[in-house]
C-alpha cells in the first residue's frame, strides 16, 4: 500500500483542477477520500491560478456541503511551460492526475515531470496521437524511473477496455472478436458536451498522418487473427444491434484495446481479440444533422482558417453538441450511456483454426453521463486503485502501459462506472 511521507506528502495531485472536467474531478477525489491507504486520502489541487483553483474549492465545499475542503485541501501553483514548477509539483505528490488538455499541446511537459520526479500519472486523454506517442517516447524512461504512465483513464476508454476484458473472462471458450455499441440517452434538458473534446477533435483530424507515420516507428509485427477474420462494418450503417444507425467510433477506443491486446499478448501469451467499436447516432433526422456537421467539419478542418472557425463557434458547426459552456448539472443528471458488446469465438475444446465460430456472447455496460460524471469516477478509481493495490500491478511491466493491462488483476472494475455490468452466452441455436 501507498504511504505518503514528509517529502511526498499527497497521495494525489488534480492538475488542471480549475478546468471544466478538473472542477468535477475534485468532487469526486473529495467524495473517494475515505478509500485512500488507511481510509484517508491526502490530496492537493494544482494549476496556474491560485485564485481559479480557490475558487475551485469553494465550490467543491458548497455542492458537497463538506466546509473542510476550503482550509484541509493545500493548492500548489503549477504551469506546463514552467518545467520547475511541474517537478516540485510532481516531487510532492504520489499519483498526479493530469486534467489539462488538450493533450497533444500540453500533455507532454506533464508526462516528462512525473517521469522524472518519481510520480505515477493518470490521464483521461482520448487523442490516439498523443497516447501511442507517449508510449513510443517515454515508455522506457518510465520503465527506468519505476512508475505507470497510464492515460485514457475516463470515459475513453476505461468502459471500452475494461469492457473487452471482462467480456474475454465471462466467455467460457476462446472469444475472437467483439464489436461494441455505445449509445447516448439524453434527459428532458438535453445534453451536449464541453468543447475542449471538440478541439482534441479538430486538432486531430487535422493531423491524422502523422498518426499512420507514428505507427510506422515501433516497428510492430501485425498481431495473430485468432479464428475466422471479422470484417469492418462501412463508414454509415443501420445496426440491428441497436436499432439505429451507427457510424464507427472516432474516439481513442480502438486504439487503446489494440494497445493492451499487444500488451497481454507480449506479455502474457494470451490470444489476441480482434476489435471493432461504433457508436450509434439515432434516427434519419440525426443522420441529416451528422451528415451536415460531419460535411462541414471535414472541409473547414482541413485549412487553418476554417479550424479557427471551427474553434471559435463550436455550439455553431457542431449543431449544439459541443458547447464552450459545457452541460448543466441538470443535463448531466438526465444523461447517460451504454455499451453493448457482441463477442463470438469457440466454445471450451474447439479449436479456433477449424471452422467458424460456434459461441456467442453479449455482455453491456450501463454508466451515468459520460464525459463528466463517469468520466471523474474512472479517473479517481484508477488513481486510487494504483495507491491501494500495487501488489496487482504488473511490476515486471512499468511504464507506460494501458488501464487493462495496468489492472487486469486488480478491483478497479467493481468500483468504477464499470460496475453496472451484465453478459448473456449462446451457443449457436440459443437465444442470447
Not at 186 to 202: F, K, L, N, R, V
Not at 265 to 277: D, F, I, K, R, T
Request: hydrophobic letters at 40%.
Amino acid at each position: 500500500m501507498a504511504t505518503v511521507t514528509s517529502t511526498r506528502p499527497y497521495h494525489i495531485i488534480i492538475f488542471g483542477a480549475s478546468g471544466f472536467t478538473g472542477q468535477f474531478v475534485v468532487e469526486e477525489v473529495a467524495r473517494s477520500a475515505f478509500e485512500g491507504p488507511s481510509g484517508s486520502l491526502k490530496w492537493a489541487l494544482a494549476g496556474r491560478s491560485r485564485q481559479r483553483l480557490e475558487g475551485v474549492l469553494n465550490q467543491a465545499a458548497e455542492t458537497l456541503r463538506k466546509p473542510e475542503l476550503r482550509t484541509e485541501v493545500e493548492i500548489i501553483v503549477a504551469d506546463v511551460s514552467q518545467a520547475d514548477s511541474l517537478a516540485i509539483m510532481c516531487q510532492q505528490g504520489l499519483v498526479v492526475l493530469n486534467c489539462v488538455g488538450p493533450y497533444r499541446f500540453y500533455g507532454e511537459p506533464v508526462v516528462k515531470a512525473c517521469i522524472e520526479n518519481g510520480a505515477h500519472c493518470v490521464d483521461i486523454c482520448g487523442e490516439p496521437q498523443f497516447l501511442e506517442r507517449m508510449q513510443l517516447e517515454y515508455h522506457s524512461r518510465a520503465m527506468d524511473s519505476g512508475v505507470y504512465v497510464i492515460g485514457s483513464c475516463g470515459f475513453d476508454s476505461i468502459p471500452a477496455d475494461m469492457g473487452i476484458l471482462y467480456t474475454k473472462n465471462q466467455f467460457k471458450g476462446t472469444l475472437t472478436a467483439v464489436e461494441s455499441f455505445l449509445t447516448i440517452h439524453t434527459g428532458p434538458e438535453g445534453g451536449c458536451a464541453h468543447d475542449g473534446t471538440w478541439q482534441s477533435a479538430i486538432y486531430g483530424f487535422a493531423d491524422s498522418g502523422s498518426l499512420r507515420k507514428l505507427r510506422k516507428k515501433f516497428g510492430h509485427q501485425p498481431l495473430p487473427v485468432v479464428g475466422a477474420t471479422v470484417k469492418k462494418r462501412g463508414s454509415l450503417f443501420f445496426s440491428k444491434e441497436i436499432d439505429q444507425y451507427a457510424i464507427p467510433f472516432m474516439g481513442s477506443d480502438p486504439s487503446v484495446v489494440r494497445r493492451s491486446q499487444r500488451f497481454l499478448y507480449e506479455g502474457h501469451q494470451e490470444l489476441p481479440v480482434q476489435y471493432s467499436a461504433y457508436v450509434g447516432v439515432g434516427g434519419v433526422w440525426s443522420l441529416i444533422k451528422m451528415f451536415c456537421g460531419g460535411l462541414l467539419f471535414w472541409f473547414l478542418g482541413k485549412f487553418g482558417l476554417g479550424r479557427k472557425l471551427l474553434i471559435t463557434f463550436p455550439e455553431f458547426f457542431s449543431f449544439g453538441v459541443f458547447t464552450k459552456a459545457g452541460p448543466s448539472r441538470k443535463q448531466m443528471e438526465g444523461t447517460s450511456f451504454s455499451l453493448t458488446f457482441f463477442g463470438e469465438g469457440y466454445a471450451e475444446g474447439l479449436d479456433p483454426s477449424q471452422g467458424r465460430p460456434n459461441a456467442r456472447i453479449c455482455t453491456q455496460i450501463h454508466g451515468a453521463e459520460p464525459g463528466y460524471v463517469a468520466t471523474p469516477v474512472a479517473m479517481v478509481q484508477a488513481a486510487i486503485t494504483v495507491l491501494n493495490e500495487p501488489q496487482f500491478l504488473p511490476i515486471n511491466r512499468l511504464g507506460y502501459v494501458s488501464i487493462s493491462f495496468a489492472h487486469r488483476e486488480t478491483e478497479i472494475f467493481s468500483h468504477s462506472s464499470l460496475q453496472n455490468s451484465s453478459s448473456s452466452v449462446r451457443l449457436d441455436g440459443e437465444h442470447l
